[in-house]
């Protein structure tokens, strides 16, 4: 489990029983005689929350069933880095705290952190032990709640050699201002939404990447790429955009209905007919051979082409399997002959350009529906409405598409889960 440190409390209980535990640990602090003197005022603060977001990362720990150790990240740059994406939680008095924790036996480290790349170094894990849970009320996910974080407008470089990309501290201007407001501004219709995930069990649970799956995960971040407010742009942080596709159907409910997943098809590719200015053809524009198969492998090079800069010379990863009967100089002829009219853009990176496009129509998009009356969650080529809903946003996307390319004609997909 990911550590997350705009995790907070909520209920009164709980918020009661931090600060009876805080001031729990700075007496514990004084037997040890780990303090000389007195925290100063803002000092204090930062101690506070950065006990209050350990406590509940905890406790979220404690109530999942997964037997998962918490992941924390203790790298110099987290820590100390002096730049606008620092998070107060962090810094000495963190590492103190874990310190702390673990000479009280509340806290049990399992492996040390260690770099692994010149710019990437592992996390911490840690497992809390039984005695901490006793100190607290009995805690479900609705206990809890989450800060927006320091920053939810990320600019990044491209990636290193490492596969990496480092984040880039900006100077502030009007665009990174309006560009910041768009957020802010969705951000507090989600926290406004009426918004759930159903099921005691399933009302929070472990993402594949360590992510806590819980409502209370529902503000966004927007990353640029590369260096540039033209590439990338794409939402991030919502717990909705790591679940399965069948889980989002099972699980969500919004304004206490079920959900639609409105899609535009293939919409990486046909973005690239709009900046050719081609007419956009009909039927899938990943079925190359006109059959259905290889679909996932025809998908996976044509988005590799687009990113790309300079010819292809080897697959995409795990591409190669899912067309078998074809080596590479083979595929990419019949993609070129299949899209010709966008093939002088293979190879020619403008892969994040497309991006950038796609998430703009996105919160163009979500926007509309919000200023309607319409919660809408943003996926990256898609928006989850509640059923009834779906209709209406299948008609503000079609006019985001034709009004943003100049093209009459917007192919979109409505799916619903499957029938009980």
Known sequence: MRFDPQLRARSPELKEAIGRFTQHLIAQEDEFGLRSRARKDEDRRKFTIAVEAVACNLLMQGLLREDAALAVPLDNNMMWGA???RNPVYG????????????????????TGYRFSRTAKAPSLFKTVTDLGKRFP???PASFCREQEPEI???KSGRDDDGKATLISYVESQKTRTLRRQIKRINDWLLDADIELTGTRTAARLGEEGEVIASYR???????????????????????????????????????KPVADVDYQQLFPRLAYVRARATQPAGDLYDVTGDGTG????????????????????WPRDCSPL????????????????????????????????????????????THLFESGIPALPLHD?????????????????HAFCAGSGQSRAFIKIEFGPVK
């Not at 966004?220 to 069948?246: A, C, D, I, P, V």
């Not at 025809?298 to 800069?309: E, G, P, S, V």
């Not at 898609?382 to 079609?398: G, R, Y």
């Open 218 to 256: 529902r503000t966004l971040r927007r990353t640029f790429n590369n260096k540039s407010w033209q590439q990338g742009g794409r939402l991030s942080g919502g717990f909705w955009l790591t679940m399965r596709r069948e889980d989002r159907f099972r699980l969500i409910r919004m304004n206490g």
């Open 323 to 366: 067309l078998p009967q074809l080596n590479l100089k083979q595929a990419l002829a019949l993609l070129e002959q299949k899209h010709e009219p966008i093939a002088h853009l293979f190879g020619t990176g403008i892969g994040f350009e497309l991006m950038f496009l796609e998430s703009e129509l996105l919160i163009a998009v979500v």
């Open 153 to 155: 407008l990320v600019l």
């Open 382 to 398: 898609a928006v989850l409405v509640a059923e009834p809903n779906a209709a209406a946003a299948k008609a503000a996307m079609k």
């Open 83 to 85: 730049n606008r994406y």
């Open 295 to 314: 679909r996932d492998g025809w998908k996976l090079l044509l988005n590799a082409l687009l990113f790309t800069r300079g010819p292809l010379k080897r």
């Open 138 to 140: 009995k805690v479900t």
């Open 92 to 111: 000495q008095h963190f590492l103190g705290l874990l310190d702390l924790l673990e000479r009280l036996k509340l806290l049990k480290r399992v492996t």
